[in-house]
């Protein structure tokens, strides 16, 4: 009698403390923003030294979430989030959330250049596995901003990333005709975080 009694004792005290743990949890959304710079690709380069027009590979610029003032504002760091969500209702498309946003920003009008877009994030310093987050043909595609109401990565590998704190985006392409100028892409994620606060 007296084992179950102090057995169902630290039970409620364990409880007590996960909910004084949780209260202190401290949400914010976190919005991305991070440069992917596309290099030109002549006439002679595309037909001559891409076989079949194969995919082009392209890495961005090494980015650290710590960077971003929401962390120092939220008193927080990325090692100390313990939850994250892909989403943000702040903007939808269709009634869905937009977690991803891939727009151009110089040296060309729409996307009319590609064939398709396949979007990684990527370790920078090879902490996590890459991951894919977009693929998107453009049989059409007229506009300079595409927006994605889902990534294909799972909350639990943004968690881990973030964590993680250093990445970096992959970006495979295929080009429908050549590029005469470089062409700069902003990616943005949104993300809506729990996070302990750091004394």
């Given at each position: 009698m007296k084992v179950k009694f102090l057995f169902y004792a630290a039970l409620v005290l364990f409880m007590v403390a996960s909910c004084k743990r949780l209260d202190k949890l401290i949400s914010?959304?976190?919005e991305t923003n991070d440069r992917m710079v596309l290099p030109i690709v002549s006439d002679t380069?595309?037909?001559?030294?891409i076989?079949?027009?194969d995919v082009i590979s392209v890495f961005s610029a090494d980015y650290t979430f710590s960077d971003y003032e929401k962390f120092e504002t939220n008193k927080c760091t990325?090692?100390?989030v313990e939850d994250v969500e892909k989403w943000n209702t702040a903007e939808t498309q269709n009634g869905s959330p937009i977690?991803?946003?891939v727009e151009i920003d110089s040296g060309a009008n729409s996307f009319s250049f590609m064939r398709n877009l396949r979007v990684?994030?990527?370790s920078s310093n090879g902490l996590y596995?890459?991951?894919?987050?977009?693929s998107e043909d453009f049989p059409d595609q007229v506009s300079n901003r595409i927006v994605f109401s889902d990534m294909l990565a799972e909350n639990d590998f943004f968690l881990q990333a973030i964590q993680k704190d250093g990445y970096k985006f992959r970006t495979?392409?295929?080009l429908i005709s050549a590029m005469p100028d470089t062409v700069k892409l902003n990616y943005t994620m949104k993300f809506r975080i729990k996070a302990m606060p750091v004394d």
């Open positions: 914010f959304t976190l380069v595309l037909y001559d030294s076989p079949d027009n990325p090692q100390s977690t991803m946003t990684f994030l990527v596995q890459e991951r894919e987050l977009i495979e392409y295929k």
